[in-house]
């Protein structure tokens, strides 16, 4: 009788809780059995270790085998434990030392040749493994994944170059991390859009501060084409941001796209997303588009059309910056700290207040298309601007209109530096006593800001949001304080006048 114990990682949400494979062999019949919550695709690996570790020319014992995956209350999914259990079977019955296998983490599904396959949620994995001081052993295809974690990192492409490792007959070398670039993001240009200053106004705030933009206006005036060209303006991700926002995709397993390294993400999902979709879900939980936008946008066009209890599901994420998805025997947190941009007609046929439209809603229509979207969602949307239509003189030059993104995108850099050096975060997320600090104003300003409240029965939510958007114009500016122009500006982007009574 003999034990082999390996180490591995689960993957629940973004987490990557340690696992412990025990392989037991014993006398009797010869049976294979795995304990430890297994769903199918753990209990299948069976048949798959079975292959793979006899046609690597290796025996399989005919004897009891018990491979424990602890914790025992904690679900196993997926075929990343194939590689551990099958080196946990050869080191219990003694074809290879079992002590070495100490200091390393393994993760691989096995093909029936021996042949190591890719598995998702590596990075998140190969992130603890290195706090914890492991080396890990992956799938050539994981590699460039599990590297950026810092990790020591092994790359194999099948069972047999492992065990040659691990015997030291054929040591592999540990791959060499090498830096990524900074992607280039391929955004169409803001000097595109012919006129509109207001609203390119509103974007280049929005960026510089990561504040939440509502653009309404009849069609065609430009609001998906300003939002199109949101990513040009956007400052990378940091390092740190950059890693977050890679292991929500390697949780869903999308390949590692080094091309747009700490290029910021930019979702736009359709109208009829579910709210599965939109914040996840599923049995087994997945993230939705509020995490896949995680440190970046989350565009949604045409937002009346969205199902009311969908776009209802985004308050808390807004606030919190995180999903939680709860399931019967399981929860799962996903990372959603996103900026949204959102884009509206003024009434269903779109035209209402559009000198060169003829709009027919009726007050009853107009009142029921609004009221899809709720005031509490309302209130955490900082800045509503209207999109009027450009004077067609403009539209008739072919010259490019304003600036250029790469001009805007310099001021929203040197902006969002002196937000985190100030406070090390953007402005958008500014709260309690950061905010309080930040946002001082003087005798004026705070008389402005307080006939606004009145006049207007601004709630404590959009008062404080209108002092994050003015400490943002103000940062654009250079300036340290935030004086009345600065106040008045960001109540203009507000859409006040709209909402008088």
């Given amino acids: 009788m003999s034990v082999a114990i390996l180490r591995s990682r689960a993957q629940i949400g973004t987490d990557a809780p340690p696992v412990t494979i025990e392989v037991f062999l014993s006398g009797g019949l010869p049976v294979f059995s795995i304990v430890g919550m297994p769903e199918t695709s753990v209990r299948e690996s069976k048949d798959r270790v079975r292959a793979a570790i006899l046609s690597s020319g290796f025996k399989f014992p005919q004897e009891r085998i018990t491979v424990s995956l602890g914790p025992a209350d904690m679900r196993k999914t997926g075929g990343r434990f194939d590689l551990a259990i099958a080196l946990g079977i050869l080191a219990s019955s ?7 296998v100490g200091n390393y983490e393994f993760f691989g599904e096995l093909a029936l040749n021996g042949d190591i396959r890719w598995v998702p949620g590596v990075l998140p994995a190969a992130l603890k493994a290195r706090a914890a001081g492991k080396q890990l052993i992956v799938p050539t295809d994981n590699g460039a994944e599990a590297l950026l974690a810092k990790a020591t990192v092994f790359a194999a492409d099948t069972l047999l170059q492992v065990t040659a490792h691990l015997r030291n007959l054929e040591p592999m070398v ?9 992607g280039v993001v391929q955004a169409p240009d803001l000097c595109d859009v012919k006129g509109q200053a207001q609203p390119k106004r509103a974007l280049e ?3 510089a501060g990561g504040h939440n933009l509502l653009f309404v206006g009849p069609p065609g005036t430009g609001k998906s084409m300003l939002a199109a060209r949101l990513p040009g303006i956007l400052p990378p991700m940091t390092e740190a941001e950059a890693i977050e926002t890679a292991a929500i995709d390697s949780v869903l397993g999308q390949p590692l796209n080094l091309a747009r390294w700490r290029c910021r993400p930019f979702r736009s999902p359709h109208h009829t997303a579910s709210a599965a979709a939109l914040v996840g879900g599923g049995s087994d939980p997945n993230p939705g588009e509020v995490s896949r936008a995680h440190n970046g946008v989350l565009f949604l066009d045409e937002l009346p059309q969205f199902n009311r209890n969908v ?3 985004l308050r808390e994420p807004l606030e919190a910056g995180v999903v939680t998805i709860s399931r019967a025997g399981r929860q799962a947190d ?12 003024p009434c269903p046929c779109g035209y209402l207040g559009d000198l060169d439209g003829d709009c027919g809603c009726s007050a009853e229509r107009v009142a029921n298309y609004r009221s899809k979207i709720s005031g509490p969602l309302l209130d955490r949307i900082d ?5 009027g239509r450009p004077p067609r003189a403009l539209l008739r030059r072919s010259a490019p209109d304003g600036e250029k993104s790469a001009d805007v995108m310099a001021r929203v850099v040197a902006a969002r530096r002196l937000q985190i050096k100030r406070a090390g975060v953007c402005n958008a997320r500014l709260q309690g006593k950061n905010l309080a ?11 402005l800001l307080d006939n606004a409240a009145d006049k207007f029965a601004l709630s404590v939510r ?21 004086t009345p122009p600065h106040v008045a500006e960001a109540m203009s982007l507000r859409g006040l006048r709209r909402r008088n009574r």
């Fill in 383 to 387: 800045m509503h601007v209207e999109v």
């Fill in 462 to 482: 959009s008062y404080q949001r209108i002092l994050r958007v003015a400490r943002t114009i103000a940062d654009l500016a250079g300036e340290q304080t935030i």
């Fill in 334 to 345: 996903f990372p959603a700290r996103f900026q949204l941009i959102a884009a509206m007609n």
């Fill in 311 to 313: 776009l209802e599901v």
């Fill in 437 to 447: 600090r930040d946002c001082e104003l003087d005798e004026s300003g705070w008389q």
């Fill in 205 to 207: 705030v929005a960026a």
């Fill in 174 to 182: 540990a791959l060499s991390r090498v830096e990524p670039l900074a």
């Fill in 94 to 100: 003694k074809q290879f030392p079992e002590g070495v």
